[in-house]
């Protein structure tokens, strides 16, 4: 069953680009978060997302909010990306796809394509807004609407 708006984000775990457990609880529930499932790494659209992600990264830190980066790629992969293109945010390696199971990401294209979904969540850690579009870069532009809207 898919997460809706005003549903509580269930916790999970999983490996950073460092190879460190991350625990959702540490952050989820203390914050406002954006967490954004995308397709893989290194690919046009996804890394034109996880740019714009990056070039707004203060605009949504500013806000209180942080910024989680989901994708089933190995944490070797993230951990090259995220260096490629100086990412600042936490990259999540959801190999299993257990997170993406668990929130009801839905795949794109047919199913040929994992899904590209962002979810704002309140410092409650309940959802406020849930975004699903292939085109990645209007991701950050809902996304910091979001936060603004959560922060006023």
Do not use: W
Not at 73 to 82: E, I, L, M, R, T
């Amino acid at each position: 069953m898919a997460l809706q708006v005003g549903d509580k984000i269930p916790s999970f775990k999983a490996k950073n680009t460092d190879g460190e457990d991350f625990d959702s609880v540490t952050i989820v529930g203390k914050k406002p978060v954006v967490i954004y499932f995308y397709p893989k790494d290194n690919t046009s659209i996804c890394t034109a997302q996880a740019c714009s992600f990056r070039d707004q990264y203060e605009a949504f830190t500013d806000l209180g909010a942080e910024v989680i980066g989901v994708s089933s790629d190995s944490v070797a992969s993230h951990k090259d990306f995220a260096k490629e293109h100086q990412l600042p945010f936490v990259l999540l390696s959801d190999s299993d796809k257990k997170i993406r199971t668990l929130f009801g990401v839905p795949s794109a294209l047919f199913g040929l394509l994992p899904g590209r979904v962002t979810y704002v969540v309140d410092k409650k850690g309940v959802v406020q807004l849930i975004f699903n579009s292939i085109k990645g870069q209007n991701h950050i532009v809902k996304a910091l609407e979001s936060i603004k809207k959560l922060v006023s």
